[in-house]
């Protein structure tokens, strides 16, 4: 395990901020020798903090040395070259840890990828901006030093593998847009979870699973860690009398988060962008979870996904004092680890896909048994029998639905 100082400059930052970045670390699988704390009001230029903490910071490591130092900030790549030439120990900053963290999470070459592109979109700078002060070891242009001609190679080298990921990436996102064509196809409707990281999003997910009778080889990681979920996962649900939807895990959200990643893991956020509906996951027992909401909500608004429909599922209410399960408005209240709850939150993801305009009793012949298979799929069927004829079927249809099955109505209250 490396051991690790932490740097907490409380530039427009909270202390639920700076305990949330302790975890981002000790998620990344470090150990926190030292803390230094600087309220800050004017971030200087060349190094964020001011000399006086960078000497007190130096002075604490020519005694304890470690194996990096960490920021809670975004810094700039002069910042990083200073801050790195005066304490002669590799910095880390907020984007660097959250890279770090999902580079030890990735487990697709779809991740893989995407992580890799984010690196190497921060590296650059880093080595063009030393570029322009080892220039000055040579005379003329024609007369280059060393240490200069090495970095442009490693930039050219580097410029030329952002490009061959970026294309990688093309291909998937090409791939995806098949696939999304061949599920808007299928008229499923697609529900897609989202919510801070760790809030219980992948829990949910495969309660849903079983309770729709998914091997455990369709269930997706499960795990009490931040980011556990990097890629985009999409599964068929199967519900009582044939109705069914699509259902979709996402990477979690967490505050900050650095613009390199939503570049990179745009095309899997870009997903929650095709939902017709949302739901985000809320953990009922955290005491940030109205900022954590608030983040969710921005990170929907930066890839044009705020207006879609959603349902605030509070989770893990078993930790807290709300009662469960219950639904007021467009908020449930559960606890996905209790079987029991899960027949409620399905209720509530019905009731708002298949919204009801007319509550109908239908009898449909036996030969257009193909329109009673499509029906079944589209909206919320509430009993379901066959008789001699044909089947029998009380249902809640949306306005489109009602005018294509009309004549089959025997039945209606609106």
Known sequence: MENVIVVFADYQTTLEDNEEFKE???ACDMNIIEIFQQP???????TYIGKGKCFEIQK???EHPCDFIIFNQILSPLQVRNLEAILQTPILDRTDLILAIFEKRATTPT???Q??????KKVLPLLIGSNTQLGRQSASGKNKGSGEKQLELDRRRIKARIHEVDRE???IESQRQTQRKARCQSKLPLVSLVGYTNAGKSTIMNQLLRYSNHTNDKLVLEKDMLFA???TSVRHIQLPFGQSFLLSDTVGFVNHLPHELIQAFHSTLEEVKYADLLLQIVDASDSEKESHIQVTNETLEKIGASNIPMITIYNKCDQSDYTYPKSASNHTYISAKEDTNIPFLLETIIDQ???TQYHASLHIPYEDGALYSSLIQSCQILHCEHDDTGYCIEANLNEELYQKYKKYIIHLNI
């Open 169 to 171: 990436l093309k291909k």
């Open 229 to 231: 979920t990097l890629d």
């Open 353 to 355: 896909l298949f919204q």
């Open 24 to 26: 981002l670390v000790h």
């Open 111 to 113: 991740a893989r990828l």
């Open 60 to 62: 604490y490591i020519q």
């Open 115 to 120: 992580i890799e592109s984010a690196k190497l």
């Open 40 to 46: 800050i009001k004017t971030i200087q230029l060349k």
